[in-house]
């Protein structure tokens, strides 16, 4: 079998390191990627004359039926023209992941032995004027790009879910907390839009770094650039990137797009699981805020009761995993001299790793989120006790002209004196209230009801009904654009 770099060798490479050193088990996947590259290659050869239009016709033709024996592109083989860039897609489901040959040491390899097998040795012409440096930077940064494309998609599937449990919660409150303790009473869709406006940063940052990794490194050579003369703006444009990358040093050797798209990943996988973390204490029987639904739950082998969640509990811990990737990749590249150290090809799988993880842990996010139970009587209820209403309490005797450190020490002896009556502060008469500051009035009772209370944080970002009236219709044509985005991009 003839490799793509043997000719200065006098020894074959010891069976167990050829074997070792291979990528093609996991970089299979980039095969659709690597087929739509080499197209763009064969027609800028075409154009600069290394091949004739019957070399590229059959080259095409040659790459399509790759594709489509994988089942990755189907498009009309007769129309060269049209061939492989609808392919640039991603899809979990079609990505190479089944393609097996003990031989090929990685996609690229694969790929020439394909070609070559399909048309003899026109297809080694396809290899002209490039390098395996720059194709493997082209093909992640398409499956970057691509994956994307595909988990913002999912995001906004999210955020929509979360809107419609935000606009059913209508005025239902709950307990806020501050280190886990009652704080105050909030919106539940006040609590819901915490977590839409993170998601919504979430999708915002992967845009920034699609953004940035949209440029093409074909023709980037080795290290120095292209040996021939090819056409890296009619390259890049086939492929749809927005320019050729500036530097063929760079575009060889960083992975910076991977990095930063495996870190915001993270960010995101934090998110959720954060947001698993108070859904798995809210099903708890102590706090039981939320049911947990059947159809995303398991029970135990031993006590027949149990309702665990599962699912939330794996989104929490996948979230380490994801993190594991981002810091993986951190530390390859962390000593690398520039420009391609084989060292990079270890880059691949942590990047596949988080990929694949969000792009299953999303959609189930999603399920769930459709099918939970609130309880908004326990969250209403929880939301009334516990002297979550100390706070504007205070605040109605600042209104009277009391300063703010000698209100909040007077209703902290209010708080006292309940706590040795084991009763909330609706329960203190006037007159053990009076006790403590003259200011008290008739008034102070209406102003401690959960409504008064929620009511009194009439600010931007605040829980005032009013305010997240607003706030939800803003966050809706945030996620109505996005949407309208991603369905562009799919
Ligand atoms: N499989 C290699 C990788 O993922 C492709 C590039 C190989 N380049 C080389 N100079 N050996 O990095």
Redesign the pocket.
Same mark, same amino acid.
């Given at each position: 079998m003839m490799k793509m770099w043997s000719g200065r060798f006098r020894q074959p490479l010891d069976p167990q390191f050829e074997r070792w050193q291979r $990528?093609f088990e996991f970089?299979r996947r980039l095969l659709r990627y690597e087929l739509a590259a080499g197209a763009a290659h064969a027609r800028a050869l075409k154009n600069a004359g290394v091949l004739s239009a019957d070399e590229l016709i059959s080259i095409l033709e040659a790459l399509q039926k790759i594709g489509e024996s994988d089942s990755q592109v189907s498009q009309n083989p007769r129309d060269p023209s049209t061939s492989l860039r609808a392919g640039l897609g991603h899809r979990n489901d079609t990505c190479s992941v089944h393609v097996e040959d003990d031989e090929a040491?990685?996609?690229?390899h694969y790929l020439e032995k394909q070609l070559v097998a399909l048309i003899g040795e026109t297809g080694y012409k396809l290899h002209s004027g490039r $390098?395996?440096?720059e194709?493997?930077a082209t093909d992640l940064r398409l499956y970057v790009r691509a994956a994307i494309d595909e988990l913002r998609y999912e995001l906004s599937e999210i955020c929509a879910a979360f809107i419609h449990r935000a606009e059913q919660a209508g005025t239902a409150a709950m307990p806020a907390y501050t280190h886990l303790q009652h704080a105050e009473p909030v919106l539940v869709a006040h609590w819901l839009l915490a977590y839409l406006e993170m998601l919504l940063r979430d999708a915002d940052r992967l845009a920034g770094c699609r953004a940035r990794l949209n440029a093409c490194p074909l023709g980037s050579g080795?290290v120095a650039g292209a040996t021939l003369s090819l056409d890296r703006t009619f390259m890049a444009k086939e492929l749809e990137f927005v320019s050729p990358t500036a530097n063929s040093i760079d575009a060889t050797s960083d992975r910076d797009f991977v990095l930063e798209f495996v870190n915001d990943l993270s960010i995101l996988a934090l998110h959720l699981s954060r947001w698993a973390e108070e859904m798995i204490l809210f099903a708890s029987h102590e706090f039981g805020f939320i049911h947990l639904p059947e159809a995303y739950s398991t029970g135990s082998s031993a006590m027949p009761q149990k309702k665990n969640p599962d699912l939330m509990e794996l989104v929490r811990g996948k979230t380490g995993r994801v993190i594991g990737d981002a810091n993986a990749l951190m530390v390859i590249l962390k000593g690398l001299p520039l420009a391609?150290n084989?060292d990079?090809?270890e880059t691949?799988e942590p990047l596949f790793d988080a990929t694949e993880t969000m792009m299953n842990v999303l959609p189930l996010v999603t399920g769930f989120m459709k099918a939970v139970e609130f309880d908004f009587d326990r969250m209403n209820a929880g939301a009334q006790s516990g002297f979550m209403n100390a706070w504007a309490a205070a605040t109605y005797l600042v209104n009277r002209g009391v300063p703010s450190r000698l209100a909040h020490e007077q209703v902290g002896k209010a708080v006292k004196l309940c706590l040795e009556k084991n009763c909330e502060l609706r329960d203190l008469t006037l007159e053990e209230l009076r006790g403590l500051n003259s200011a008290f009035d008739e008034r102070f009772y209406e102003c401690l009801k959960p409504a008064s209370v929620l009511a009194m944080h009439d600010v931007i970002g605040g829980t005032a009904p009013e305010r997240v009236r607003q706030a939800m219709a803003s966050t809706k044509k945030k996620i109505d654009s996005l949407r309208e985005e991603v369905h562009a991009h799919a």
């Amino acid at each position: 079998m003839m490799k793509m770099w043997s000719g200065r060798f006098r020894q074959p490479l010891d069976p167990q390191f050829e074997r070792w050193q291979r $990528s093609f088990e996991f970089d299979r996947r980039l095969l659709r990627y690597e087929l739509a590259a080499g197209a763009a290659h064969a027609r800028a050869l075409k154009n600069a004359g290394v091949l004739s239009a019957d070399e590229l016709i059959s080259i095409l033709e040659a790459l399509q039926k790759i594709g489509e024996s994988d089942s990755q592109v189907s498009q009309n083989p007769r129309d060269p023209s049209t061939s492989l860039r609808a392919g640039l897609g991603h899809r979990n489901d079609t990505c190479s992941v089944h393609v097996e040959d003990d031989e090929a040491e990685d996609v690229h390899h694969y790929l020439e032995k394909q070609l070559v097998a399909l048309i003899g040795e026109t297809g080694y012409k396809l290899h002209s004027g490039r $390098s395996r440096n720059e194709q493997i930077a082209t093909d992640l940064r398409l499956y970057v790009r691509a994956a994307i494309d595909e988990l913002r998609y999912e995001l906004s599937e999210i955020c929509a879910a979360f809107i419609h449990r935000a606009e059913q919660a209508g005025t239902a409150a709950m307990p806020a907390y501050t280190h886990l303790q009652h704080a105050e009473p909030v919106l539940v869709a006040h609590w819901l839009l915490a977590y839409l406006e993170m998601l919504l940063r979430d999708a915002d940052r992967l845009a920034g770094c699609r953004a940035r990794l949209n440029a093409c490194p074909l023709g980037s050579g080795a290290v120095a650039g292209a040996t021939l003369s090819l056409d890296r703006t009619f390259m890049a444009k086939e492929l749809e990137f927005v320019s050729p990358t500036a530097n063929s040093i760079d575009a060889t050797s960083d992975r910076d797009f991977v990095l930063e798209f495996v870190n915001d990943l993270s960010i995101l996988a934090l998110h959720l699981s954060r947001w698993a973390e108070e859904m798995i204490l809210f099903a708890s029987h102590e706090f039981g805020f939320i049911h947990l639904p059947e159809a995303y739950s398991t029970g135990s082998s031993a006590m027949p009761q149990k309702k665990n969640p599962d699912l939330m509990e794996l989104v929490r811990g996948k979230t380490g995993r994801v993190i594991g990737d981002a810091n993986a990749l951190m530390v390859i590249l962390k000593g690398l001299p520039l420009a391609y150290n084989k060292d990079l090809q270890e880059t691949q799988e942590p990047l596949f790793d988080a990929t694949e993880t969000m792009m299953n842990v999303l959609p189930l996010v999603t399920g769930f989120m459709k099918a939970v139970e609130f309880d908004f009587d326990r969250m209403n209820a929880g939301a009334q006790s516990g002297f979550m209403n100390a706070w504007a309490a205070a605040t109605y005797l600042v209104n009277r002209g009391v300063p703010s450190r000698l209100a909040h020490e007077q209703v902290g002896k209010a708080v006292k004196l309940c706590l040795e009556k084991n009763c909330e502060l609706r329960d203190l008469t006037l007159e053990e209230l009076r006790g403590l500051n003259s200011a008290f009035d008739e008034r102070f009772y209406e102003c401690l009801k959960p409504a008064s209370v929620l009511a009194m944080h009439d600010v931007i970002g605040g829980t005032a009904p009013e305010r997240v009236r607003q706030a939800m219709a803003s966050t809706k044509k945030k996620i109505d654009s996005l949407r309208e985005e991603v369905h562009a991009h799919a």
